[in-house]
């Protein structure tokens, strides 16, 4: 395995794992809606939301550096 090889399963265990916060967030939020909990913050939610976004550009500029080279 080499180190692009390596860096890409990084990228997407770190994507993976951003996305599922998220997910998390908004489920929370949902039941918080129909009443079962606490709702997350909206400025963790946009954080959590940044973040997987930034996560997936990064996973998917290293995927198209690695086809290229």
Known sequence: M?????ELI????QAEGARSRLDALLSQ???AQ???GLSPKP???DRAR???ETAERLLNAHA???RTA
């Open 34 to 36: 129909e009443g079962r």
């Open 10 to 13: 990084r990228l997407l265990v």
């Open 2 to 6: 080499t180190g692009a090889d390596h």
């Open 29 to 31: 939020r949902e039941a």
């Open 43 to 45: 400025s963790e939610i």
């Open 50 to 52: 940044e973040m997987a």
């Open 64 to 66: 198209r550096t690695a």
